[in-house]
């Protein structure tokens, strides 16, 4: 929490009067459809230039590593090469559904030092791994792979087997030990896992099983903000879904202490709050889940955020891909909306299925 000492020297106080003051310059404010794509193409360029220099990609040199066969779906591991010396571990889960090809989900673990696994459903009889699946509904990558979906789940850097489920900083946070790394060498690691995201998807594409023209994105937390600006950067994501994500700056950053060196953007809130970047993804198809109890991002923020949302969805004149679920429920995957979502807007089966 911030310092409460009011004394007029004591930083915390400096910050909050400077944010509260702090008014972003490109907040979405579009009348009508005309100036809503004015507005997207600035922010996007804007938001470009501010996560930094993307790596160069690298021959991806996949390896398969494992495979493994359940009674829905089969699970490989696999190894690839984003830019060079730099390694992403993964599962790829297949449906056992007797069809050529699959619309695709990018699935997106939130912080935690399990990254893909619990995703996945991968726990190997960890207690810990198995109270996270259960607590936050967290294996939505295989709950996606049961419904028809390929899904492909990654390691970011700072997480999972990229450190070797270890931290050596710690009581330090780790990401934000790789997020000053990172920035000395001129880049975000917000950026980096962006870009590492991308190339999980250009890995997705050299698959035969693929339905390259329907991949989707979704992750929790964390896992929500990658969701959110590879949705709104690569236009090979065709709809996103949001988990518990959906805040202020004020609320998770200013008065609180809720992010980390993975989700940050450097100097975002000079011109853009959480709100207008998730709603310069319209026109995709867009789904927010926001539990009603999260005592990460509080509802009252969520709230803030969605109702911006919706103002851009109504002016861009695409209201009804915007779809918005408040559970009642902690910060974790809802799943109430989320099938159904995913099979209109990849699969083709309609609102009405």
């Known amino acids: ?48 230039v501010l996560l930094g220099e993307f790596p160069v990609p690298s021959d991806m040199t996949p390896q398969k590593l494992s495979t493994e066969e359940t009674e829905k779906y089969i699970r490989e591991k696999w190894l690839i090469q984003t830019e060079k010396d730099c390694f992403m571990p993964l599962y790829i889960l297949i449906p056992k559904q007797g069809k050529k090809k699959y619309p695709a989900i990018l699935c997106c673990h939130g912080h935690g030092m399990f990254g893909k696994d619990p995703v ?3 726990h190997n009889n960890n207690p810990d791994a198995i109270s996270s699946i259960k607590i936050h509904n967290y294996n939505y990558g295989e709950q996606m792979a049961e419904n028809g979906f390929i899904t492909i789940c990654p390691d970011w850097r700072s997480f999972g087997e990229r450190i070797g489920y270890y931290n050596p900083f710690a009581p ?10 990172h920035l000395i060498m001129g880049r975000t690691l917000l950026g980096a896992n962006i870009f590492d995201g991308m190339r999980a998807i250009d890995f997705l594409l050299t698959r035969d099983d693929v339905d390259k023209e329907n991949i989707g994105c979704m992750g929790l937390s964390f896992g929500g ?51 207008d970047v998730i709603s310069a993804i319209c026109p995709k198809p867009l789904l927010i889940e926001s539990g009603a109890n999260d005592t990460c991002f509080w509802i009252h923020s969520a709230l803030e955020a969605h109702k911006k949302v919706s103002a851009a969805y ?19 995957f809802s799943g109430k909306m989320a099938f159904k979502f995913f099979k209109t807007y990849l699969a083709g089966q309609g609102l009405e299925d």
Not at 243 to 251: D, E, G, Q
């Open 120 to 122: 996945a459903g991968v």
């Open 172 to 181: 330090r946070d780790i990401c934000n030990i790789h997020f000053l790394q």
């Open 1 to 48: 929490m911030p310092n409460e000492i009011d004394a007029i020297q004591i930083t915390d106080n400096f910050i909050r009067k400077w944010a509260n003051n702090t008014k972003p310059k490109m907040s979405f404010r579009a009348r009508d459809k005309e100036e809503f794509i004015v507005w997207k193409e600035k922010l996007i360029k804007r938001i470009k």
């Open 314 to 332: 109504e002016v861009a004149g695409v209201k009804d891909k915007l779809w918005i679920e408040v559970f009642p429920g902690e910060h974790r």
């Open 225 to 275: 903000t990658m969701t959110t600006y590879l949705t709104l950067l690569d236009d090979r994501i065709k709809a996103g879904d949001i988990i518990c994500y959906a805040t202020t700056t004020k609320h998770y950053a200013i008065e609180r202490g809720n992010f980390c060196g993975s989700q940050i953007v450097p100097g975002l809130y000079r011109y853009a709050d959480v709100g």
